[in-house]
Antibody, heavy 117, light 111 residues
Framework: QVQLVQSGAEVKKPGASVKVSCKAS????????ISWLRQAPGQGLEWMGW????????HYSEKFQGRVTMTTDTSTSTAYMDLRSLRSDDTAVYYC??????????WGQGTLVTVSS | DIVMTQTPLSSPVTLGQPASISCRSS???????????LNWLQQRPGQPPRLLIY???KRFSGVPDRFNGSGAGTDFTLKISRVEADDVGVYYC?????????FGQGTKLEI
């Protein structure tokens, strides 16, 4: 069965960086993209960007351009999302999701990132 | 960017009765390949979102046939034929026709 397992919760200070991992199993990793999304406390869903798991090309939301880097390691079927210059309003649950053409289907369990001084 | 607008934002429902959620996009979601990438997701309390419907009306694996999607162009609807207690949560429409993907504000279904 398809599974996406994310790394554990993080607490960061403003200005720091965080790197969240997402290990995929149950399918051929390089045949699907991965999207990263987030959800601030009590808020809706926000799409951050997408990466082609095979070729590594990316498309980032303009909101995060310059602050986010998405990568994959095909040898371990793992995707990574690196967010820099963290602010308090980056406090959110971050999700990875498998991205076939036309949307997202399977989701990771989420990683809570708390930004606090 | 495409803006997605859902109504209502909150929907009190009765068990066994139908429920309906509307979603409107600020521009047509028809892709150049002829498909319309409008999806519906359910988020139960404390859980990650779950895909219910993709390409307007196709039920994802394991989704009960009580859930039905319809619509075209810019106007879409999710209908639950008979609400069950397990259906409590927030429902989102999502457009995946073009980047950036965008979600509606969410509709909270409450029993």
């Amino acid at each position: 069965q398809v599974q996406l397992v994310q790394s554990g919760a993080e607490v960061k200070k403003p200005g720091a960086s965080v790197k969240v991992s997402c290990k995929a199993s149950g399918y051929i990793f390089t045949t699907y993209g991965i999207s990263w999304l987030r959800q601030a406390p009590g808020q809706g869903l926000e799409w951050m960007g997408w990466i082609n798991a095979n070729k590594g090309n990316t498309h980032y939301s303009e909101k995060f351009q310059g602050r986010v880097t998405m990568t994959t390691d095909t040898s371990t079927s793992t995707a990574y999302m690196d967010l820099r210059s963290l602010r308090s309003d980056d406090t959110a649950v971050y999700y990875c999701a498998r991205n076939p053409w036309g949307g997202v289907d399977y989701w990771g369990q989420g990683t809570l990132v708390t930004v606090s001084s | 960017d495409i803006v997605m607008t859902q109504t209502p934002l909150s929907s009190p429902v009765t068990l066994g009765q139908p429920a309906s959620i509307s979603c409107r996009s600020s521009q047509s979601l028809v892709h150049s390949d002829g498909n319309t990438y409008l999806n519906w997701l359910q988020q139960r309390p404390g859980q990650p979102p779950r895909l219910l419907i993709y390409k307007i009306s196709k039920r994802f694996s394991g989704v009960p046939d009580r859930f039905n999607g319809s619509g075209a162009g810019t106007d879409f609807t999710l209908k639950i034929s008979r609400v069950e207690a397990d259906d409590v949560g927030v429902y989102y429409c999502m457009q995946a026709t073009q980047f950036p993907y965008r979600f509606g504000q969410g509709t909270k279904l409450e029993i």
